[in-house]
């Protein structure tokens, strides 16, 4: 184990959930040299997942928000940077340089820039237009919902069916337009689709399928409805836009770092620069069992990317395999994911879907791959050890319904 030197520097760009894990990690394993997190935004690190829900339900106060108290980074010697802009990124000389024309040094650099919304061009500038990504986002959404009662969500995603659902149980009246033939056709099965389909509209949600949006309707800077390909038309008084999100790769385009839907990089997040890692959204990274790299935006990614980079600076061995997982809140319904879906050849339930609480284990031949747990932790919990240790858990098994899933896995352990 190497000993990180006390002079190293290094230069965090971004200052959401992955910067400051990876700040906070250093520091856990002793490394004592510089840290600087620049972030663009005027906000201390902070979560995203909550925005979308509690806090624009006003469930959560903005003080709840933010992931350490303004003391941390005084006590942990971190130097954090609001409000500031990364210009460019100078590899020869290793340091940055802001838009106020100053300049930072570093031995390594992480980019850790996340994602930004996917917008429609024609859009730009209306007034009711919006996005839900960030605290900004999430503020003028919130300031504006008092005024409106009929929103317009394009895009039947997870980020769009949340902000649905808060909506509607804000008394809203709501719409979600998908282009394609089911809803989550990106990130779940068919069976998942449905159920959340039901659940929307059991909530008086009006979700429309394979919409297609032929023309919005204008008027002076605010956006009044849509008309659909099909000819009819929907009103709107605020339309809010779900269609994914890019990765904010400029930075590293432009110094010549490789980029292919996120910045490339290794199994120890470093880039074709071995000064410069990425992690987070903005990362195009290999996992294992996968032959492709994966661009995953989730916050257990970011804090997985930052442990492996902690440890790398920090000369320690990688941590353990972690599987990917998600989670989305939809009224009182929580669904928890682990493991990739795609490419899955059987789809087996356990429980029983019209209870509202269930999973779905999805098999690529007879090898288990992933599950979406609908109200069933122990479901999730369970089969993320079962990915992570490898076990081998069979159809047959997961039809066992006279043991627990944590009784299986135990099983499996011995």
Request: charge should be negative; charged fraction near 25%; glycine fraction near 6%.
């Amino acid at each position: 184990m190497s000993d990180p030197s006390n002079s190293e520097k290094i230069v965090i760009i971004g200052a959401g959930q992955a910067a400051i894990h990876l700040a906070h990690a250093l520091r856990a394993k002793k490394f004592d040299g510089e840290i600087t997190i620049v972030g663009e935004e005027a906000y201390a690190p902070y979560q995203r997942p909550p925005l979308s829900k509690a806090f624009l339900k006003d469930e959560l106060p903005e003080a709840r928000l933010y992931l350490k108290p303004d003391t941390y980074y005084e006590n942990k010697q971190i130097s954090l940077h609001t409000n500031t802009r990364v210009k460019s990124i100078d590899r020869a000389e290793q340091r940055i340089h802001l838009s106020d024309n100053s300049t930072i040094p570093y031995d390594r650099l992480i980019i850790a820039t996340g994602s930004r919304p996917r917008l429609l061009p024609e859009l730009t500038g209306l007034k009711n237009v919006a996005v839900m990504r960030d605290m900004n986002d999430a503020k003028s959404l919130k300031a504006k919902l008092p005024d409106i009662q009929d929103i317009l969500l394009i895009g039947g995603g997870y980020i769009g069916l949340e902000a649905a659902a808060v909506a509607n149980e804000l008394g809203k009246t709501v719409t979600v337009l998908e282009r394609t033939p089911r809803l989550l056709a990106r990130v779940t099965g068919d069976l998942i689709s449905d159920y959340f389909l039901k659940l929307h509209q059991g909530n008086g949600v009006s979700i429309k399928l394979d919409a297609e949006v032929a023309e919005f309707l204008i008027e002076h800077d605010k956006v009044t409805g849509v008309r659909l390909v099909d000819g009819s038309e929907i009103s709107t008084d605020m339309l809010l836009i779900g269609i994914g999100v890019l990765p904010n790769q400029e930075l590293a385009d432009a110094c010549g770092l490789v980029c292919d839907n996120g910045i490339v990089v290794d199994d120890n997040a470093l880039t074709s620069d071995p000064n410069i890692y990425a992690i987070g959204d903005c990362s195009m990274r290999p996992l294992k069992g996968q032959n492709e790299k994966l661009r995953l935006e989730s916050v257990p990614n970011a804090i997985d990317q930052a442990e492996i980079v902690a440890c790398h600076i920090a000369g320690m061995q990688q941590p353990a395999f972690d599987p990917p997982w998600f989670w989305s809140d939809q009224y009182k319904t929580k669904i928890q994911t682990v493991g990739l879906f795609a490419g899955y050849t059987d789809a087996q339930v356990r429980g029983d879907i019209d209870s509202g609480k269930f999973a779905v284990f999805y098999f690529k031949d007879d090898e288990f791959i992933a599950v979406d747990a609908v109200n069933d932790p122990q479901s999730f919990m369970a089969s993320k050890q079962i990915l992570k240790l490898g076990l081998p858990l069979s159809k047959a098994t997961v039809q066992d319904t006279e043991r627990t899933m944590m009784e299986i896995l135990k099983a499996l352990k011995e």
